[in-house]
C-alpha cells in the first residue's frame, strides 16, 4: 500500500483497490463465478445480436433497440470484469488516477446509455401497443436520430462533468479504493478537500436517470397493461400480459435500484457494509447484462422462430456438404 507523505498539497496519482477485503487470500476464489457470469453476458448477448443481424424479418425498431442494448451490455461488464478478475487472481490492484476515472466515465456513461435504451423499449412498445395506427409515423428514422443526439448528449455531458470533478479533487489521505473497480463515489470518499459538489453531482445523475426514466418507463407500462386487459378477455392472455410486463419491471427495478443505493450510500450516510456495497455494485452492472438476453430474448417468440430458422439454415449447410461428396 502507497503512504502519503504529509500534507494537504500532496495528493495520489496512483491507487489500490480492495474490493471483498474481508476474505483475505481467499478472495481468488470469486474468479470463478465472475468469470463464468463474465462468459454468460459475452454468450448471451453474442447470440441474440447474431440471431437480430441473421434473420431479416428482426430488422425493425424494437430489436435493433434490443441489439443495442446487449452491445452496450457487453461494453460495460468488459469496462470492469477482466480487470477486476486479474486482481483477484493476482493481485494486480493498482491503477492510476487517469485510468481510475477513464474506467469510471465509460463505466457510468454505459449505463445511462442503458437507462436510454430501455426508456426507449419501454416507449416503443407504449405505442405499438396505445397508439397503433400512429406507429409508423411516430417510430421512424428521424426519431432514431433524435434518440441518438439525446442519449449522447445526456450521457456525455452529466458524465464528463461527474469525472472532472471527482479528477480536480486532492487525494493525500489513504489511496485504497474499497471496491472492485473505479465507482465514483468509492473514489471521491477519498479526497481531502470539500465533496459537496460532487455529492451534488451524484444525485443530479440520479434524478437525470433514475427520477425520470423509470418514471417514463412505469408510466409505459401501465398504459400497456391498461389496453392488454381491456382487449384480452381471456384468463390465460391477461396472466401472460401480467407476467411479460412484471418481468420487465422487475428487472428494471432491480437495475435502478442497486444504481441508487451505489450512489447514494456515501451522500445519505447510509450504513452499508464495505464488502455488500462492493457486491451491489458489481450486481448493478452484471445483473442487468446476464438476464437482458434472457427477458428480451430467449422469451420472446419472434427470437425463438429466427434462433430456429439459423438452426435449421446451419442443418442444412451441414447436409448438404454431406451429401454433395456422396452424388459425386
Sequence with gaps: MLQAPPGRNFSHSTFVFRGFHTLGRHRWLLA??????Y?????????????????????????LLMCTLCVVDILVVTAIIPNMLLGLLFNWDEISLAGCLTQMFFTHFLSSVESTVLLAMALDRYVAICLPLRYAEIIDS????????FTLVRSISIMAALVSLAGSLLFCGSNVIQHSYCDHMALVSLACDSTEKNSTAGLT?????????????????????????????????????????GTHLIVMMCFYLMGSVTFLSHNLNIPIPTDANTFMGLLYILFPATVNPVIYGVR?????????QLYKLRVNKIMSIKVDPAEK
Design 32 to 37: 470463478f463465478p465472475f468469470s463464468v457470469l
Design 39 to 63: 462468459l454468460s453476458v459475452l454468450l448471451g448477448n453474442s447470440l441474440l445480436i447474431r440471431i437480430i443481424y441473421r434473420v431479416e424479418s428482426l430488422h425493425r425498431p424494437m430489436y
Design 142 to 149: 428521424s426519431m432514431f436520430l433524435m434518440l441518438l443526439v
Design 205 to 245: 445523475v440520479i434524478i437525470c436517470f433514475v427520477g425520470v426514466d423509470i418514471s417514463l418507463i412505469i408510466f409505459s407500462y401501465m398504459n400497456i397493461l391498461r389496453v392488454v386487459l381491456q382487449a384480452a378477455p381471456a384468463s390465460e392472455d391477461r396472466w401472460k400480459a401480467f407476467h411479460t410486463c
Design 300 to 308: 420472446t417468440k419472434e427470437i425463438q422462430n429466427g434462433l430456429f
